[in-house]
Structures are given as C-alpha cells and as structure tokens.
C-alpha cells in the first residue's frame, strides 16, 4: 500500500481522476485514452501504489461491467477482461489476490462469448493469468478451471495453425497440459478420465504420459499441504476465512516471515469458527524453512 508520502498520494489521487475524466470524454482519440491509461497505471506501479490502483481498476471494471450489460460486444468483453487482469495484478501486489475473486466471477460472461465469437488469443491470455492468481491462493477447482479453458483456447488457435502470439509467446500444448495436469493433481478428484481421453488425444498417449510424470514429480516436491483443503467444508468458506485471517493479521502482509503469523491465524480460525482441525505446512513439513 502507497502510504509513505501523503502529498504524493493525493497528487496520484488526483491523476487518476483526471484520467477518468478523459476516458469518459469524446474529446480525446481511443488511442490517446490508451496512452494516458498505460502511463497512469505503470507510474502506479512502478511506485508501488497497489490500493490507489485496485480502486482505480475496480472502479473502471465496473463502468466496462455495466457498458456490456446493457449492451454486450466483443470489443467491450475484451475491455472487461483485460481490467479485470489489471484489478488481478494489483490485488497480488498487496498479497490478497483471493480479493480479485468476485469480480473474476463477473466477467464469466464476457469470457464465455469472446469463447463463442472464437477470439481465442484474447482467451488464453486471460485464462491463463488468472489460473495463475487462482493457484496462487490455492483455489485449486478455480485454478483447475481457467487453465483447462486456457487449453482449449491454445488447442482452437493451433488448428488454425496460429504458434505464435502477438507478443511472441509460443504456443505449446505440451505446457498447457501441464498446467491442467498439475491444477487437477491439487484437488479432490484428480485427473478425471475425461480430461486424461482429451489429453491423451491430443498428446498421444507417450506425450501424455511423459507430462503426467513431470507434472506429479513437480507436485511430489512441493510442501505437503492437509489434505482437509480439498473437502467440500473447507472449499465453502475460503472467502471469509481470507477475510477473518486478513482482520487478525490487521491487514499487513508480505513481511518476512509473514506465512508462520499467517498459518497461526489460520489455524486458530479454523479451529475457533468453523471446527476444523487443520496443519500448517510447517507442522507437516518439519525439515522445510518457511519464510
């Protein structure tokens, strides 16, 4: 959070408002709006003024939210998408990407007919980056979900003979299926045999076989976490549960250390509110440093 400099603040305050102003005007060309958007969020960015920005981009995704409603394009769900992956960036910035949930859950209609309209570059970059925020919070079925969408928008763009994107990036099924392998390895079900058919079709069965066995030996290697995060229980109250550890740590994260004062809380709310009994990654991997 930006609070070293209240003068600065204010000054950044008064920039974005100054900006919203001219997105909203019909003065300025798309392209100069463009320009002065870019500017704004990277000055925020680079000075590291994460609160300012998720206001920002809230604010923006809300306008864009309502613009498709009333009148659903696929240039505005494009719009949608790409603010809600700026709101996804600045949440990870302040350590609380789980915030970034509701309003990825929003945007699900604009992503189902960018899928529709076969916009499928636009797709995998936005599923992608948010089965990357979903992991990284460990929402394991929500992570699961985004990147076996992201799979399906790479293996439409490579039937049509599409490897690489705009912004250079490869297109490899290979690692996509990975992703989608080491997503499901995190829940309760695994694997299912009809995401094991998809891939095997697509891999054929050597390839496929070849990026299991990475993708369960990447998985082997991580901390072993309690396997009371994959129950029905646990998964219904992970929201507030982020929100009840959030008020206990009052709401400073990403110090050193932070995960040990983090997982204390955790368990003691779990215990306490909900009934749980829960280890901590540091209870069940006591030869592992944890900072």
Same mark, same amino acid.
């Given at each position: 959070?930006?609070?070293?400099?209240?003068?600065?603040?204010?000054?950044?305050?008064?920039?974005?408002?100054?900006?919203?102003?001219?997105?909203?005007?019909?003065?300025?060309?798309?392209?100069?709006?463009?320009?002065?958007?870019?500017?704004?969020?990277?000055?925020?960015?680079?000075?590291?003024?994460?609160?300012?920005?998720?206001?920002?981009?809230?604010?923006?995704?809300?306008?864009?939210?309502?613009?498709?409603?009333?009148?659903?394009?696929?240039?505005?769900?494009?719009?949608?998408?790409?603010?809600?992956?700026?709101?996804?960036?600045?949440?990870?910035?302040?350590?609380?990407?789980?915030?970034?949930?509701?309003?990825?859950?929003?945007?699900?209609?604009?992503?189902?007919?960018?899928?529709?309209?076969?916009?499928?570059?636009?797709?995998?970059?936005?599923?992608?980056?948010?089965?990357?925020?979903?992991?990284?919070?460990?929402?394991?079925? +929500? /992570? $699961?979900?985004?990147?076996?969408?992201? %799979?399906?928008?790479?293996? &439409?763009?490579?039937?049509?003979?599409?490897?690489? =994107?705009?912004?250079g990036e490869l297109l490899d099924l290979s690692d996509?299926?990975?992703?989608?392998?080491?997503?499901?390895?995190?829940?309760?079900?695994?694997?299912?045999?009809?995401?094991?058919?998809?891939?095997?079709?697509?891999?054929?069965?050597?390839?496929?076989?070849?990026?299991?066995?990475?993708?369960?030996?990447?998985?082997?290697?991580?901390?072993?976490?309690?396997?009371?995060?994959?129950?029905?229980?646990?998964?219904?109250?992970?929201?507030?549960?982020?929100?009840?550890?959030? +008020? /206990? $740590?009052?709401?400073?994260?990403?110090? %050193?250390?932070?995960?040990? &004062?983090?997982?204390?809380?955790?368990?003691?709310? =779990?215990?306490?509110?909900?009934?749980?009994?829960?280890?901590?990654?540091?209870?069940?991997?006591?030869?592992?440093?944890?900072?």
């Amino acid at each position: 959070m930006y609070s070293k400099d209240d003068i600065r603040h204010q000054e950044l305050v008064k920039q974005g408002e100054q900006l919203e102003h001219l997105l909203q005007s019909t003065d300025h060309s798309e392209q100069d709006k463009q320009a002065a958007l870019m500017d704004y969020l990277n000055l925020l960015n680079s000075e590291r003024a994460s609160d300012l920005g998720i206001t920002f981009t809230a604010r923006m995704l809300e306008r864009i939210t309502a613009a498709f409603e009333a009148h659903p394009t696929a240039d505005l769900a494009v719009d949608q998408l790409y603010t809600c992956l700026l709101l996804q960036q600045f949440h990870s910035m302040q350590f609380d990407s789980w915030r970034a949930h509701p309003a990825i859950e929003k945007c699900q209609n604009a992503l189902t007919m960018l899928e529709a309209e076969g916009r499928w570059s636009d797709c995998l970059r936005y599923c992608q980056d948010t089965a990357n925020t979903y992991a990284e919070i460990h929402f394991w079925p +929500e /992570a $699961l979900a985004y990147s076996s969408r992201a %799979y399906t928008s790479m293996r &439409e763009l490579l039937k049509q003979d599409v490897k690489v =994107l705009e912004n250079g990036e490869l297109l490899d099924l290979s690692d996509s299926a990975f992703s989608v392998i080491t997503c499901a390895l995190h829940t309760a079900d695994g694997v299912t045999p009809e995401t094991e058919a998809i891939l095997q079709k697509d891999l054929g069965s050597e390839g496929y076989a070849a990026v299991y066995a990475e993708a369960k030996d990447a998985t082997d290697s991580e901390p072993v976490t309690d396997p009371v995060e994959q129950t029905a229980e646990y998964l219904a109250i992970r929201m507030e549960l982020e929100e009840k550890i959030d +008020e /206990a $740590l009052e709401h400073e994260r990403g110090y %050193y250390d932070y995960c040990k &004062e983090y997982w204390m809380a955790k368990r003691m709310i =779990l215990r306490s509110d909900y009934g749980i009994r829960w280890k901590s990654p540091i209870v069940l991997n006591p030869n592992e440093e944890f900072h």
